[in-house]
């Protein structure tokens, strides 16, 4: 694997080969699977903050950052990234966060990383060191590259470093668990709470009925929404118990690190809306997997076993019209069900790279 | 010259030719800006859309699609003997789903009315551009419109799930979904806000969120413009919030004071506006926290909004500016340039400066939560020269933007107007990958010709006196 330690030994890998596959840190290593003739070309070493203007609310990091490191440095000011990147324990950089377009459960109140990545260079097809956006939260000038990047999985252009907006850190967090009695109540519950004022962080559900809240803001806030979500549960019909969990950690971390899906098995991002919850929860059932529904009903993540044709889960999501993407073990296609529109996708492909180097899967 | 009776077959009276019909699409918020299309085609369905572009890009004629023409930096000016697409007649409201949280709305429905539209179902349409009792959707998502509440909600793409998208090669597309996720590039990403260069919009899926329940605004004057960014800079750096901060100068006072009432504090040069917004527990652990903040903040008067009325007159005052600049001024430019928050204050100085060497007067006001400003530069049509000094002016203000590592445009686009200073922000190899994935797109450069790029001719439409265009008798300002 060659690692570029700058962006001209970067373009100049770019110049001398026919067809190169970029790899980050690899905690996402099923979206860089064996590429044949491909050169490898890592990111690790294309590292560092670039530059943190907290009073600006911007930060700018080579690709090769870790979320980790870009963690210390916002909370060391007070701040955080409000979309809630996954995988920073395995070591995920902000470049392959950036191609692999994930966000976590806290996405849901401010957004996700398409909403908060404001500038973007990349090395393109031809070797160019193209600038997209800019330095500050508000851009309207040229096309929104930095947002073409989100989710492009190395097939567009080598992301070189990246600029995100980040908000002041909440200074506190609580998580409630409302156990329903059904998977369909917790359903309704989670409309229901999707359609009141109260500012929610993140919201999860489970097939066993279990609904994960997660408030953030001031301390005097959160208590005040425990008050909220009793006086709640006496008007909607979704009886239940409602705690406060001790650790939230049990609850957050295993989506955060991975760890809801532990290896031999394979960790699955499914795109969904939430009136397909239901639908997809009979199927997801009876094929026997864990699975996990997070930002209000738009995301299922899966556990799929190791030993399982990844083609089986492949077809069930197509019958369902919904995407996905593989994160982890190894699979020859990465990308399942429905894709995105093909002719769309050949044109920024004949743009950006015309000659077919980058190798990834759209 | 090409021959229109296809599209008069097809269209019937929804073509327009005569002089007297077009008028009304020779413009639209630029009114210094105009030129005559050869026909305006009203669509009233994707296919309508479809064949026109198909007609233009067989014909090689150029054509935009236009809602209600209120772009402010030209977008929607037709192209001089181009094909104005009427969007206008496309206006349902096709779908409010409120398990999804969405709505599919068709291009020509005004923003105001998807608002009203999803308020009666217990949500919200979050992005508000000031022309929203006007504007279309389908021309935000052209233009990315923004609006006061950007720090904290984002622009009209941060609220865009999807489309169907005519390009300008004549494919129908479709971009991202229902979904708050994506999977893969993000395409819809990338069609939103490219000022329809790319093709245009036929069907647009939105997200809707909840209102929010509650508001707390304070209006805070000072005595310089320095001392009200410092404020603003103090409440971020506390780690609050707002859902919108803005700052009027004291020409822009003044304005709104005669124009509606506005009432503000005497002997201020400039006021700051700050809102809270959110859930009664979130606005009220944050209430005091921003009071604090602003009796530390060295403000001559400090106004606190306890009822809805108070708060009403607040906003009706920073809302009237620019129509109550139109009414000191017979014209004025609007700008729309973003600096670095902390250089707001320096900004305005040197606005202030540019303003006292030139004796073009300037109304500010800003969106100082994300360094959106907006000079009203006046000027006199009717007196040689004005339009040219005020031009100057514009200028000036655009390069000091670059100078402060800004953006030419926030929230109005490049369009007609900023076109030549697209490549003063980016450079050679990153102009190129624009031009690359616009021809991508649009082959034949028909779709918005003219928009966007520079024309590499180097002078921006009249910044040095008439365009070449306006020499040949093609295109007019009135």
Not at chain 1, 153 to 179: C, E, M, N
Not at chain 2, 36 to 55: K, L
Not at chain 2, 131 to 160: P, R
Request: overall charge negative; aromatic content about 6%.
């Amino acid at each position: 694997m060659l690692l570029p330690q700058s962006v001209e030994e970067l373009v100049a890998i770019v110049h001398d080969h026919d067809q190169i596959q970029i790899v980050g840190a690899r905690s996402k290593p099923a979206m860089t699977p064996p590429s044949g003739d491909a050169v490898r070309c890592g990111t690790t070493r294309l590292c560092g903050i670039i530059s943190h203007e907290p009073s600006e609310f911007l930060i700018t990091a080579w690709a090769g950052t870790t979320i980790a490191e870009l963690r210390d440095t916002l909370a060391s000011h007070g701040q955080y990234l409000p979309f809630d990147p996954p995988l920073a324990e395995p070591g995920a950089t902000i470049g392959g966060t950036v191609a692999a377009g994930l966000s976590g459960a806290g996405r849901l109140r401010f957004g996700g990383l398409r909403d908060f990545i404001v500038g973007v260079r990349i090395v393109d097809g031809l070797g160019n060191h193209v600038t997209g956006g800019g330095n500050v939260v508000k851009n309207a000038a040229g096309y929104d590259l930095p947002k073409l990047m989100v989710g492009s999985g190395g097939y567009l252009g080598a992301i070189t470093d990246v600029t995100l907006k980040v908000f002041p850190q909440p200074r506190s967090r609580i998580t409630f668990h409302w156990k329903c009695k059904s998977f369909a109540a917790a359903i309704a519950l989670q409309t229901s709470l999707s359609q009141s004022p109260i500012d929610i962080a993140a919201l999860d559900v489970e097939p066993n009925g279990s609904v994960w809240i997660r408030i953030e803001g001031e301390s005097t806030a959160t208590d005040g929404v425990r008050d909220r979500l009793i006086r709640l549960q006496r008007q909607i019909d979704a009886p239940g118990d409602v705690t406060i969990v001790a650790d939230a950690s049990d609850v957050w971390k295993p989506l955060d690190d991975g760890s809801f899906s532990p290896p031999p098995n394979r960790l699955v991002r499914a795109v969904i809306t939430p009136s397909k919850m239901c639908e997809i929860d009979r199927s997801l059932g009876e094929l026997c997997v864990d699975r996990r529904y997070s930002v209000a009903g738009n995301v299922v993540w899966i556990d799929w076993p190791g030993e399982r044709p990844i083609k089986m889960l492949d077809e069930c999501l197509l019958h369902h019209g919904a995407p996905a993407t593989v994160l982890t073990g190894t699979v020859p296609r990465y990308r399942l069900g429905v894709r995105g529109d093909r002719q769309m996708i050949a044109n920024v492909k004949t743009a950006l790279d015309p000659n077919h180097r980058f190798v990834g899967q759209p | 010259m090409s021959d229109l009776q296809t599209l008069g077959n097809r269209f019937g009276t929804r073509m327009m030719t005569s002089a007297a019909s077009i008028s009304a699409f020779q413009s639209d918020g630029v009114t210094a800006l105009s030129a005559r299309p050869r026909a305006v085609v009203v669509a009233t369905s994707e296919a309508d859309v479809a064949f026109v572009i198909r007609w233009c890009f067989e014909n090689e004629v150029p054509w935009v699609a236009r809602g209600s023409g209120t772009s402010l930096s030209g977008g929607s000016v037709p192209i001089a003997d181009g094909i104005v697409i009427a969007m206008n007649r496309m206006n349902a409201i096709l779908r409010m789903d409120t398990t999804n949280r969405i709505a599919v709305v068709q291009p020509g429905v005004i923003t105001a009315r998807l608002v009203r539209a999803a308020n009666d179902v217990g949500l919200h349409y979050a992005p508000d551009p000031s022309s929203q009792q006007v504007c279309t959707i389908g021309g935000n998502v052209a233009f990315n419109a923004g609006g006061a509440h950007c720090l904290k909600y984002g622009m009209t793409s941060n609220h865009v799930l999807g489309a169907r998208v005519v390009l300008g090669s004549g494919e129908i597309v479709e971009l991202g979904g229902e979904s708050l996720e994506n999977d893969g590039p993000d395409l819809m990403g990338l069609f939103c806000g490219s000022e329809g260069t790319m093709g245009v919009a036929t069907e647009i899926t939105v997200r809707l969120v909840v209102a929010p329940e509650t508001y707390f605004c304070v209006m805070a004057g000072y005595d310089t413009v320095e001392r009200a960014g410092e404020a603003v800079a103090t409440i971020i750096g506390a780690g609050l919030l707002p859902g919108a901060m803005e700052i009027m100068d004291a020409v822009a006072m003044k304005a709104a004071h005669e124009a509606v009432g506005a009432n503000y504090p005497s002997d201020c040069e400039a006021v700051l506006i700050v809102e809270l917004d959110g859930s009664h527990e979130s606005v009220g652990a944050q209430k005091p926290i921003l009071e604090s903040l602003f009796r530390q903040s060295g403000a001559v008067s400090i106004e606190v909004a306890r009822d809805a009325e108070t708060r009403q007159a607040i906003w009706t005052g920073r809302k009237s500016v620019f129509s109550a600049v139109g009414r000191i001024s017979p014209d004025f430019i609007v700008q729309d340039g973003v600096v670095p928050r902390g250089k707001l204050g320096f900004a305005l100085r040197r606005i202030n400066e540019i303003s006292k060497a030139s004796g073009v007067r300037i109304a500010n006001v800003f969106h100082a939560g994300d360094g959106n400003l907006h000079p009203l530069i006046m000027y006199d049509g009717r007196i040689d020269g004005a339009l040219h000094a005020a031009e100057l002016v514009a200028a000036e203000i655009i390069k000091l933007c670059i100078e402060l590592g800004g953006s030419i445009t926030g929230e109005h686009g490049v369009g007609l107007e900023k076109r030549e200073f697209l490549d003063q922000m980016y450079d050679p190899p990153s102009m190129d990958a624009l031009r690359r994935l616009r021809l991508s797109m649009d082959p034949k450069m028909l779709a918005n010709r003219g928009k966007m790029f520079p024309t590499g001719e180097g002078e921006p439409m009249g910044l040095y006196g008439l365009h070449p265009l306006e020499k040949a008798g093609v295109i007019t300002r009135v």
